[in-house]
T-cell receptor
Framework: AQSVTQLGSHVSVSEGALVLLRCNYS??????LFWYVQYPNQGLQLLLK??????LVKGINGFEAEFKKSETSFHLTKPSAHMSDAAEYFC?????????????FGKGTHLIIQP | SAVISQKPSRDICQRGTSLTIQCQVD?????MFWYRQQPGQSLTLIAT?????????ESGFVIDKFPISRPNLTFSTLTVSNMSPEDSSIYLC???????????FGPGTRLLVL
């Protein structure tokens, strides 16, 4: 069965600094991986997804993630943090194309941006 | 991309009662799902809502507690039955659509059971 581990329930960075949110996965088949963001009192918004086309995936709001099979990782980065990036971030995995079996989510990482 | 709405957005309910949550998509989706997000936790898949047939439930979730309907390609309901305070959560629906079959989420229904 697939699983996702997000390292760090809370990450704090200064405005303008690099954002790095870690995600490691376990899957018995080539995975499809996703990053979602949840702003306070809102639903989930898709940031980006990996579907085996390219290992470096660019998403919205300046975020990107790199798929590393050897490390079973899919870490999310952004070169320069903005105050509006403060939110909860979830990494998710699906064994099928887009989640035909639903998604398995990590526990989430709360990103705090210090002014 | 699909736009998903849910009703109600939030509710406060008494234990022992039931609440039905509606999920409406503005365009056809191939699959619909229901998730639960308990306070401070991640999302857990409850079930896949199948059009015209019984939903497919994940381990730990049963139809008697969470009956689900999906009468057409754009609408689904989830009922939380015989509620207890442990059912206090955010319930989110999602739909699968488009190139690469992306899963889009609704804003969630915030449920508090007293």
């Amino acid at each position: 069965a697939q699983s996702v581990t997000q390292l760090g329930s809370h990450v704090s960075v200064s405005e303008g600094a690099l954002v790095l949110l870690r995600c490691n996965y376990s899957s018995s088949v080539p995975p499809y991986l996703f990053w979602y963001v949840q702003y306070p009192n809102q639903g989930l918004q898709l940031l980006l997804k990996y579907t085996s086309a390219a290992t470096l995936v660019k998403g919205i709001n300046g975020f990107e993630a790199e798929f590393k099979k050897s490390e079973t990782s899919f870490h999310l980065t952004k070169p320069s943090a903005h105050m509006s990036d403060a939110a909860e971030y979830f990494c998710a995995v699906s064994d099928s194309g887009g989640g035909a079996d639903g998604l398995t989510f990590g526990k989430g990482t709360h990103l705090i941006i210090q002014p | 991309s699909a736009v998903i709405s849910q009703k109600p957005s939030r509710d406060i309910c008494q234990r022992g009662t039931s609440l039905t949550i509606q999920c409406q998509v503005d365009s056809q989706v191939t699959m619909m799902f229901w998730y639960r997000q308990q306070p401070g936790q991640s999302l857990t898949l409850i079930a896949t809502a199948n059009q015209g047939s019984e939903a497919t439930y994940e381990s730990g979730f049963v139809i008697d507690k969470f009956p689900i309907s999906r009468p057409n390609l754009t609408f689904s309901t989830l009922t939380v039955s015989n509620m207890s305070p442990e059912d206090s959560s955010i319930y989110l629906c999602s739909g699968l659509q488009g190139e690469g079959e992306t899963q889009y989420f609704g804003p969630g229904t915030r449920l508090l059971v007293l």
